[in-house]
């Protein structure tokens, strides 16, 4: 059975660069959901999906940060002009909704020169 | 807003021994989920346990049991018979029953020795 997918697993990118980050979600969840992680800390919320809507996007830092979800499957995560600052691991994770948990995936680890 | 506090940066356990890991949440609803991640080395987010409000009984799953106190906000975990390949990172989170919106604690870092 496949799981959240993530790809790249790995990006590394100069200071200023355009960046996409792919999550494939289990087929069948409705909510998608990014989050970032900086080294020794806790998952920090970006943006949630349910379907093709993004029902809660509070968590994007700034307006560098963009995420689309078209047909409600895969999502794409979108980072302009990158900076150093923006070096982590940004997780997706994928639920069915109501009180169930989310499925992650291993995550992309994005790494800012 | 919701907040998640693990007070326990760093704990460690003898394998085979019995440890817990706090956790406490702030919140003013009465009708949520609770859930204890395990994220180890490899990176992927595992779940561990899912407690539901609204049931008293505290949600067990082999080795790994809760004490859920919703009067104090307070949601344990406790890992018996402790295995090395419980050494992990794990993350208590919540999510009320409206929003869909997951909170998570900053984590308590678990070490296993043998």
């Known amino acids: 059975g496949a799981g959240v997918s993530q790809t790249p697993s790995n990006k590394v990118t100069e200071k200023g660069k355009y960046v996409e980050l792919r999550c494939d979600p289990i087929?069948?969840?409705?909510?998608l959901y990014w989050y970032r992680q900086s080294l020794g800390q806790g998952p920090e919320f970006l943006i949630y999906f349910q379907g093709t809507g993004a029902a809660d996007d509070s968590g994007l830092p700034n307006d560098r940060f963009f995420a689309v979800r078209p047909e409600g499957s895969v999502s794409t995560l979108k980072i302009q002009r990158t900076e150093r600052g923006d070096s982590a691991v940004y997780l997706c994770a994928s639920s069915p909704g109501g009180g169930q948990p989310q499925h992650f995936g291993d995550g992309t680890r994005l790494s800012i020169l | 807003a919701q907040t998640v506090t693990q007070s326990q940066p760093e704990m460690s356990v003898q394998e085979a021994e019995t440890v817990t890991l706090s956790c406490t949440y702030d919140t003013s609803e009465s009708d949520y989920y609770l859930f204890w991640y395990k994220q180890p080395p490899s990176r992927q987010m595992i779940l561990v346990i899912r407690?539901?409000?609204?049931?008293?009984q505290n949600a067990t799953e082999n080795r790994f049991s809760v004490n859920f106190q919703k009067a104090a906000k307070s949601f344990s975990l406790k890992i018996s018979d402790s295995q090395l390949g419980d050494a992990a990172m794990y993350f208590c989170?919540?999510?009320?029953?409206?929003?869909?919106?997951?909170?998570f604690g900053p984590g308590t870092r678990l070490s296993v020795l043998p």
């Open positions: 087929s069948g969840h409705t909510a």
């Open positions: 989170a919540y999510k009320d029953n409206y929003g869909q919106n997951f909170v």
């Open positions: 407690q539901e409000a609204y049931k008293q």
